[in-house]
């Protein structure tokens, strides 16, 4: 068998077509990325917003407006004007949100967030704004309950201006949104792998092929040679995948995790599920290979569209109103499963999408398995 498992590897190496598809097309894409979204990265490093407050510049929220910091950094400049000027400096661009703040009595506030576009500066400060408002919210409620609550002093044990306001923690890497378009790349190059697999499948098929004939009369059972074609193409496709990375991270310096074992174990699972993929598709459809190869060509890129390699904000227009359809799509789960390693640093947040891929894989492979040892000959 370990003759077969080399003979394997150099038989799916040296076909061309699967080394393009496979190695190089992703390597190119990488490269045409990384020439045309270098200068919207860049453009995309948080900076500090420009605010119109209406209100008071001494009162509580404004207080700790001014207190915001990100990496050492005031996150707002404000401009403290009356109502008429906030709505010129936001039409003319001078200012990107308008906050106003108005007494309520007692000492409380009510805040009014308004804005021109939804973009992620805004979505930011309404963050804010809604934790302020709940904690003050929950102090009024609590002190129209209990009046004596104040002199109890328990009200003085809520910090209103904790850490989780004044130092929010976002960094530089979390307006990084362009490192989407490359981590979908990565997930698109684990599902191209399905080329490598489907043209392997078929070299163990008397009707598909000449080396299929002679396996098929071979002393070794099927699924022994499934497996061994398996290994084979899976630890194929891991390589070209690690490659690809290789050359991102080194060549292009797109931005990883230190966690390394994550990312292999992400990695893994994708070849894993790439290779039961084309498995599937090439057991599935009774046609030639240049006509699955377009099938999954169309597939992939599908999947990858939706995961927002073309455009990061489809990703989030999918998850939004169509949410289930990334629950199935590999690339996508494949593609949170890279971002949340990066930002997170550890695999918390991406074991569901590892399990569900995982899932993948074992519908897929056993729908294969079940096709190939039902496959009988009449004759060769």
Known sequence: ??????????????????????????????????????????SS?????????????????????????????????????????????????GAEAIVTIEEAGGG???????????????????????NYSQKTA????????????????????????????????????????ILISFYSAIAMTCLYGAFISAHSIETLQANQSAAGERLSVSPYGKLKMLAVDFAGSCLLILLCVLLTMAYMKYALGVEFSNQFGGIALVSVCGSLVSTAFGYFISLLLKRKTNAKISIIVSITMLWSALAGMMAPPLKYLVEKHVPYINWINPVALLTDSYTSIYYYGNLDKAYSNLAILLVLFVLLMGFSVMKLRRQQYESL
């Open 138 to 177: 929950m102090i009024t409620a609590a002190i129209k309950n209990d009046p004596n609550i104040v002199s109890s002093g328990i009200l003085d044990k809520l910090d209103l201006t904790g850490d989780n306001i004044k130092h929010m923690p976002v960094s530089e890497k979390s307006n990084n949104t």
């Open 108 to 130: 409380a506030e009510t805040v009014t967030l308004g804005v021109n576009t939804d973009g992620s500066n805004q979505l930011l400060l309404k963050e804010l704004l809604d």
């Open 45 to 93: 490093i948080f900076k500090p917003f420009p605010v119109a407050v209406v209100g008071s510049e001494s009162g509580q929220l404004a207080g700790i407006m001014k207190q915001v910091e990100i990496n050492g950094e005031k996150l707002f400049k404000l401009k403290f004007v009356d109502e008429n000027e906030a709505k010129i400096l936001l039409e003319n661009g």
């Open 1 to 42: 068998m370990k003759m077969f498992f080399k003979y394997r590897l150099k038989a799916l190496a040296k076909e061309k077509p699967l080394v393009f598809w496979s190695l190089l097309f992703p390597l190119i894409l990488v490269t045409f990325f990384n020439f045309t979204l270098t200068s919207i990265n860049e």
